[in-house]
């Protein structure tokens, strides 16, 4: 059976090799991947770096150990536009973004004016955090004055409801 005994062949100068050699090539192999994991947490280039550290070894991990953190670019994700504040869902619910967490509003999506969204808001009565809790009056009132606010920032024409506008 060849799975039973398959070092019967091998020498034994073949066998101390391959005892000193293995965990080396081990060991290399763990620290080509640690050099590129922390390389690519350094804001660097991780798959360069394995390369690197193929070559290199503990000396390539040594220089992205010692290696600053690269300031991110300005193109990068702290340059993206931020997430809007308000959120069109359906044509019939507008979400808000405020410090309490997110208040849904009812009402009608109209059509665009000189290219911006215009939303016709209904009663504030009938608006909601999302997680279904009714917005108290005191809530209602910040919302009420935060909305048209907020609606000219993100690029919206909000009409309030009669009543609340009043």
């Given amino acids: 059976m060849w799975w039973g005994n398959w070092t019967g062949g091998m020498s034994p100068e073949f066998m101390a090799f391959l005892s000193i050699a293995a965990p080396v090539l081990l060991g290399w192999i763990v620290i080509m991947a640690l050099t590129g994991w922390l390389a690519s947490r350094k804001g660097r280039d991780g798959g360069l770096w394995v390369l ?3 070559f ?6 040594l220089v992205v150990i010692l290696a600053p953190r690269r300031p991110e670019k300005p193109g990068g994700p702290a340059a993206l536009a931020p997430v ?3 959120r069109l869902q359906g044509d019939s619910l507008l979400e808000l973004d405020v410090a309490e967490g997110v208040a849904v509003i009812q ?3 109209l059509p665009r004016v000189d290219g911006r969204p215009r939303f016709k808001l209904t009663k504030s009565a009938l608006w909601h955090w999302s997680d279904g809790r009714p917005i108290a009056d005191a809530e209602r009132e910040e919302l009420l004055a935060e909305v048209p606010t907020v609606g000219r920032h ?8 009669a009543e609340d506008a009043g």
């Fill in 52 to 54: 690197a550290a193929l």
């Fill in 154 to 161: 993100e690029g919206w024409n909000l009409t309030l409801d």
């Fill in 84 to 86: 809007p504040r308000l």
């Fill in 107 to 109: 009402g009608q999506l």
């Fill in 56 to 61: 290199l070894g503990p000396i390539a991990l």
